[in-house]
Every structure is written in structure tokens, then in C-alpha cells.
């Protein structure tokens, strides 16, 4: 009778051991498809998020070029010219927020007028 008792006690521990082994397997199987099905959402998305990004790059530079050509082709490029095109191309394209005109400044000019830039050029900030 005792032979019987190891022999089933035994038994149980494996057959725990086996019931422990399968459950920590499709666990580990479950978390797995759960990790690829993640990755796959997540390259489509950044697939996605690549293609709009590039679409709008590209779409930017359209829009500079525009105005590049805009500014070459008049002799004198005044605001209204310039007001009438950008308000054109910010209703055709609403994530571009402002398009605006900055006169050019040569750095010899800012340092010849005013003190502070002449200080900072000197120890070679500029």
C-alpha cells in the first residue's frame, strides 16, 4: 500500500509539473502573438505617419519653390504681391501656419552698427 501512495504522489507532482509546463507555454504563446500583433499595428501606423510626413515635405517645397519663383521673377517684390500669394497658399495648405518676408541683414552691417554684436564677433560668437 505505501508502494501505491509514492507511486500516485508521484504521478500528481508530474502531472502538476505537466498542467504547469502547458499553461506556462501557451501563456508564453499568447504574450507573443499579443508582442507581433503590436508590432504590426505599430509599422502600419509609422508606415503611415512616414507617408504623410512626406507628402507634406514635399508639399512644403512646392510652396518654396513658388515663392522662390515669386521673388525671382519680380523686379521689385512689394507686400501686397506677396500678401495676395501667401494667403493663397495658407488656405491651400493649413498646416503651414505663417508665411512671412524678412529683410536681409548681412552680418558686416549688424557689426559696424551696433556695440553688442561688435563685442560678440570679436571672441568668434559670430
Do not use: C
Not at 521689385?76 to 508665411?99: C, H, M, Q, V
Amino acid at each position: 500500500m505505501a508502494g501505491t501512495a509514492t507511486y500516485s504522489r508521484r504521478s500528481a507532482w508530474r502531472l502538476n509539473l505537466m498542467i504547469l509546463t502547458v499553461s506556462v507555454i501557451v501563456v508564453w504563446w499568447s504574450i507573443w502573438l499579443d508582442i507581433q500583433q503590436l508590432k504590426r499595428e505599430r509599422d502600419t501606423e509609422l508606415s503611415r505617419i512616414d507617408r504623410q510626413l512626406t507628402q507634406r515635405v514635399n508639399t512644403l517645397e512646392t510652396v518654396l519653390i513658388s515663392l522662390g519663383g515669386l521673388y525671382h521673377e519680380s523686379d521689385e517684390l512689394n507686400l501686397a504681391e506677396l500678401t495676395g500669394f501667401s494667403e493663397e497658399l495658407l488656405r491651400a495648405y493649413p498646416y503651414i501656419k505663417s508665411i512671412t518676408q524678412l529683410p536681409q541683414t548681412l552680418p558686416d552691417r549688424f557689426i559696424e552698427d551696433r556695440p553688442f554684436f561688435r563685442k560678440r564677433h570679436s571672441p568668434g560668437y559670430w
